[in-house]
């Protein structure tokens, strides 16, 4: 038997996790999700869903990857034969992020490139959906071969080459770079952002409260929902990671880190986004309301747009587009292990083998978002994926090992044994009732609007 592999530190663990939970919906997903379901008093559920689903969840998920030392498949049939499957959906939806999160880093880093010169001239919009997708921009690499192909191709170079490293060498040594080097990054970006005209209007709208939303139950829906995308739990991530955590390891405290880690840097960047939007509203003569979006037209349309008017426009676009870079490369690299080293347990195969056959086939797949129609490929997907897919696989996990398997003392016990943080009733109550309760709900309303 090989010996299971470790990280190095406490640290490179607690990096790496960072680095899967702070990713492309820190930047560009949560800033919007809070000006619109409430703004200032969005943070009210929002720190209620981080402390009743949030950080409980990563206290369950870490404790089972320390305890049953495995990846998330077999995690569950040590827990129970008959819940392996939740192991497997869960690595299926990490594999199916797996194929079109990569076009994205493509872009990023090609907009990186773009931002010499601010390439995508006045146009952003037409710029990105015309020439960009549909390559015939001027650094088109000919009229074939889609401009993201190439982006592309060393995206994945750089994933194959840390995943082959392995978990010690590889992805820990990976995230102990990428991680500091997008905090300072990021940083810089937030103070630049809040120094320039508009940037306290922007503030102003983003942290004035709205009182009234907080009796809204679809604002508690988005406060529950971005805490689940963003602390990366129930996509088998974090049970995979933490079971390469030595035996003895402060899981309670761990994923108190990782949780405030990860909101602190979603803070920052509301207020980084909310300042830049402020100084684009003032400069257009708009309202922030008309500033206001997210996803890939507020990184890839607006932001450009943003970055031409700002001064020193060229740095500030690389700072911008690497530090997405970073935050999604650091996260492709935490789903792409979960279903390697699924896949590697369940055949017996050698590491290297389920790195070529999983990410092989990852790879190939990913090449048909990079054609013409991939954008809206990409949105079909991810908008199931994100709606359905984390609702139910989180809905799944919860009620399997709190109602059927009836573990959670036994993990709290194993929790309890290594932290001087203890944990208690609320622990118990917040995975077994509240967010049962909270995923049911969602799951019932996103099926009403999507029904409607
Ligand atoms: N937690 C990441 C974020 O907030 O951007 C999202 C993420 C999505 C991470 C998909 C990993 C992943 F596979
Ligand atoms: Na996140």
Redesign the pocket.
Known sequence: MNERSQWGTRLGFLLAAIG????????W?FPATAYENGGGAFFIPYLFALLTAGIPILIMEFTIGNKYRSSAPRSFSKISKGMEWIGWWQVLI?FV??TY?PIIIAWSLMFAYYSFGTKWGADTSSFFFNDFLSMTDPGSFGSIVPNVLIPLLIVWTIVFFIMGKGVKKGIEIANRIFIPTLMIIFLIIVICAVTLPGALEGLNAFFEPNWESIMDGSVWVAAYGQIF????IA?A?MITYSSYLPKKSDITNNAFITGFA?SSFELLAGIGVFAILGFMALQSGSSIDEVVTSGVGLAFVVFPEIISQMPASSLFGILFFVSLFL?GIS??I??TETYIAGVQEKFSLSRGKAILFGAGLSFIISLFYATQGGLVLLDTVDYFINNYGVALAGLFEVVAIAWFARILKDLQNHADGQSAIKLGWWWRLSIGVITPVVLGYMMLQNLRNDLE
């Open positions: 899967s939970a702070v990713g492309l919906g820190n930047i997903r990490s992020i797996s999160y995308f963003s602390l990366s996509f991530i990860n935050a996260s492709m935490s789903i």
